[in-house]
């Protein structure tokens, strides 16, 4: 079942898309769908979410095997967020002026939100970009030093220590915080070295993966049987991660892990065009998932289904516009000031950095 070729396609962007549109879809029915939609619902669009973004990170950084590299793309994604922060503070001055503080602005810089505002799913989403900092700072030192220090067997350790992680997030989650692991960093990090690992592997068929779904699906019920967990708690489990959200979560990472080799998409299309603009997409759509509050009480359909409908596409063609504009602005102004020329300056990267 082991991969012999090191092959890059377009796989992964399109499976990044998807994902991006997801959350899309999750933030539509978990804010201004709330008032509307079944919990059920809700519940159920939690399917594919974070951890799937975390898998497919952990499968790319297959590409990169660098701590410098991956430094500077974290790099790269900050001055993205500054970038966004800028367009973000000149829209709540123009409009929600009475609750803009530019004291607030010194703690967004670093992704910390002290004060609600009508802009709220922004400061909802960003927990994201925390957690994923310190996930990848973490893995990628793991495993570059593994890869320095046991060449011979370096997927044998990376599985060790995928192992090792997963002990370390059950701790976790059912006792407390170890050293500085947390359910959140310990869950996510687990996810991130199983799509590290994983990338050297795949599943061979529909039958294979029937067959592992369905044992993740049997144990994800005993699990929520035994802790008395309903379909209307997902998110509950969610935030933190709890040991019942694992193979919640592992459903759609066994249907991605799948799809990643084979898609056969040979070329650029629109779904990968927005999975290597997710970071502005996901930036964009906090923005879009909140204005749609305001568009919300103008539809005038009745019925719960056209209703989500219509939201979900007024929240997907902002989220386009914004993070369309941002992608080319940003753009444009990279070149006048050549941030990646100031970025050298304090992350040289040499060849066959580790």
């Not at 059920?40 to 701590?67: A, C, E, K, R």
């Not at 444009?332 to 100031?342: A, G, S, T, V």
């Amino acid at each position: 079942m082991k991969k012999e070729a090191k092959q890059r396609n377009y796989n992964l962007d399109f499976l990044r898309g998807i994902a991006t549109l997801c959350i899309i879809v999750i933030h539509t029915a978990w804010w201004s769908g709330q008032g509307y939609l079944p919990l059920w619902f809700s519940n159920l669009t939690l399917l594919i979410d974070v951890p799937v973004f975390i898998f497919i990170s952990g499968i790319s950084f297959h590409y990169v095997n660098s701590i410098v590299k991956n430094l500077k793309g974290l790099l790269g994604q900050w001055e993205k967020w500054l970038y966004f922060l800028f367009i973000y503070s000149l829209l709540l001055l123009i409009f929600f002026t009475e609750q803009f503080r530019i004291e607030d602005i010194f703690s967004q810089i670093v992704y910390v939100f002290p004060h609600q505002n009508n802009i709220e799913v922004v400061a909802g989403s960003i927990w994201y970009m925390l957690m994923y900092i310190k996930v990848t700072i973490i893995c990628s030192i793991l495993i570059c030093a593994i890869q320095h220090y046991c060449k011979e067997d370096k997927l044998k350790v990376i599985g060790i220590v995928t192992m090792v992680m997963l002990m370390i997030f059950l701790y976790c989650a059912t006792k407390n915080n170890l050293l500085f692991f947390d359910s959140y960093v310990s869950f996510y990090s687990f996810i991130y070295l199983l799509g590290y690992m994983l990338h050297h592997y795949q599943i061979k068929d529909k039958k294979q993966l029937f067959i592992l779904i369905a044992g993740d699906v049997i144990i994800m019920v005993i699990v929520f049987l035994c802790l008395g967990i309903g379909i209307n708690e997902i998110q509950n489990i969610k935030f933190p991660p709890s040991v019942a959200y694992l193979p919640f979560s592992l459903i759609s990472i066994l249907l991605f892990w799948y799809l990643k080799d084979h898609l056969q998409i040979k070329k650029e299309n629109k779904i990968n065009k927005i999975g290597k603009n997710a970071i502005f997409y996901y930036f964009s759509q906090g923005v879009s998932s909140s204005f749609i509050y305001y568009v919300y009480p103008y539809i005038p359909f009745q019925s719960i289904i056209l209703k989500f409908v219509c939201m979900l596409t007024c929240n997907v063609i902002l989220a386009t516009i914004g993070a369309f504009f941002l992608d080319r602005s940003y753009h444009y102004l990279e070149k006048k000031i050549n941030f990646q020329r100031i970025c050298k300056l304090f992350l040289p990267i040499k060849k066959n950095s580790v």
